[in-house]
């Protein structure tokens, strides 16, 4: 499953930009946050989620002072930057200096999708700070219902972890590609599919073990070369973009 990822610029004004009073700090990330709007209007579809964030910032900075307080927030399995890796969070007080916070948008349990999102952000922020980032609710901070029962039951069963492996089902008999995997390398947003199957976390466990075993590995840019050449030599009018969709027959 690919996580799409919206910067910024998809959703604030002008007019009232996102800032923060500290710059973010990746060397002092420990943990991720997970939080909740905790009632009221939610988003109703994908395309009013631009919307609904502008009237959070607005109502942050008329109410608090300040601009919205949280790295991230999650919505219908789509990742949307706020504070981003930019500014430090200002949600987890007095823990916002080794906080990644990430804002659920629900009202209850995180579905499938928004739980592969959140565990994308986690790990992306790991990836910067270089640990594994232990992931909490708000209310392990301080007294709140905060993120919510079923989303806290969802975190204390490891739902929320970015090293979390999804159940891996029963191939079917005489599947040729039943061995298969998605793999997303640890702070990297791109699925890479290798046959067919369930989606994988590429931990840092795992990626050690490679090296160890000396598992052939390829780089991006001489993997896009290698495309271009198989490209051309299926077809001379076939192209190829790194990085892009198109393709012209």
Known sequence: MTVRYHDRSEWQTTAEPVNGGSLYTPQTITQGVVHWPGGGRLPSSPAAVPAWLRD??????????????YNEAVCFGERWELRGFDFR?????????????VLMVLAGPASPADLEA???????????????LKVIGHRDIEPTA??????????????????????????????PM????????????????????TPLHATGELVASWRNDDVPAMLIDAHAELMMQCAAAVSPAFTFTPGGSETDF
């Open 56 to 69: 959070v910032q607005h109502d942050y900075l008329t109410s608090r002072g300040y601009s919205i307080g």
């Open 146 to 175: 905060c993120p919510g029962d079923g989303a806290y039951a969802q975190l204390t069963a490891g739902l929320f972890d970015p090293m979390y492996q999804p159940p891996t089902p029963t191939p079917t008999p005489g599947d």
């Open 178 to 197: 039943d061995t298969a995997r998605l793999i997303r390398f640890r702070g990297f947003i791109n699925v890479f599919l290798i046959g067919a199957g």
């Open 118 to 132: 959140a565990r994308t952000a986690f790990a992306d922020a790991s990836a910067r700070s270089r640990r594994p």
């Open 89 to 101: 969070c200002a949600a987890n007080s007095p823990q916002n200096l080794q906080s990644f916070a």
